[in-house]
């Protein structure tokens, strides 16, 4: 009997029964290698390309190496280009899409920066984003708010020139109202009263003391003369046979035998 074809369909389930009803057919020189004399993969796990791409992630994840194409701190990425962060804008984180703003009271004129290293002085403020900062009118001054920064009235008994910190007015005078722009805005106190410095009123002095216009502190008045009630902008001397010790609101009587002298 004449044997059947080498590729009929029972020659070829012979050689692969796994097929079921596929086609398996085998053809030229790989027809007749064996199974077992083919190349095979090199077994024993990941290719080294592979190897490779597991450490960069490994690296990247870690901080170590920045992604490939990813933009620097400083920068910003606007579909595929890296841009430099504007002025008041900052990025301190690679491979941003946006910049974020300066917050209020601080600035940053470069482009390109990391952080906002500028703080505004007293005096001065700054909204968010901002590349420099502004004066505060007079008789104002910068302060924080809950959100950002902004310039706030002087208090009573103080001043302020533009774009300066509230001074105090000098002791012996006063301001009993905000926003004063001016040292000549404090007015002087009344002979009689006082008043230390920053205050937005005068105290009376007390009987025994003294004071002229304009004083910062009261004085005792001097032994051999007195003052007897408060406010006073002078102390009367003792009469005739009556003496006082420094800082008297009435004047005592000599002890028996003994007499004072103008």
């Given amino acids: 009997a004449v044997p059947p074809p080498p590729h009929s369909l029972p020659s070829v389930l012979r050689l692969k029964g796994r097929c079921a009803m596929a086609v398996c057919v085998r053809t030229g020189a790989a027809a007749a290698r ?25 690296l990247f994840f870690a901080g170590i190496l920045p992604a490939s194409g ?22 301190d984180v690679a491979g941003l899409t946006q910049c974020k703003n300066c917050l209020a009271g601080t600035f940053e ?15 001065l403020y700054s909204t968010g984003g901002a590349s ?8 104002k001054t910068s302060v924080p708010y809950f959100f950002g920064q902004g310039c706030s009235d002087c208090p009573k ?3 302020s020139g533009q774009g300066s910190v509230c001074d105090p007015c ?17 007015m002087a106190c009344l002979a009689g009263f ?47 046979g009556t003496i ?3 800082g008297a609101s009435a004047c005592s009587n000599c002890t028996a035998g003994k007499t004072s002298s103008l």
């Fill in 244 to 246: 006082s010790a420094s």
């Fill in 70 to 91: 990813t933009c620097t701190v400083g920068q910003y990425d606007t579909a595929g280009t890296c841009t430099n962060c504007n002025a008041g804008t900052y990025s």
């Fill in 34 to 58: 064996p199974m077992k004399d083919r190349p095979r993969r090199a077994s024993g796990g990941p290719s080294a390309s592979l190897q490779r791409a597991k450490v960069v992630w490994i």
């Fill in 109 to 123: 004129v470069p482009t390109g920066s990391s952080e906002c290293a500028g703080a505004c002085k007293a005096g």
């Fill in 194 to 240: 006082f008043s230390i410095s920053g205050s937005s009123s005068c105290k009376e002095c007390v009987a025994g003391k003294y004071s002229d216009a304009n004083a910062g502190i009261c004085t005792s008045c001097p032994s051999g003369t007195y003052s007897p009630t408060s406010q006073a902008s002078s102390c009367t001397t003792c009469a005739v």
């Fill in 132 to 139: 420099q900062c502004s004066a505060c009118v007079a008789g």
């Fill in 157 to 159: 008994g103080s001043w």
């Fill in 170 to 186: 000098t002791a012996g005078t006063y301001s009993v109202t905000t926003g004063r722009t001016s040292a000549l805005d404090c």
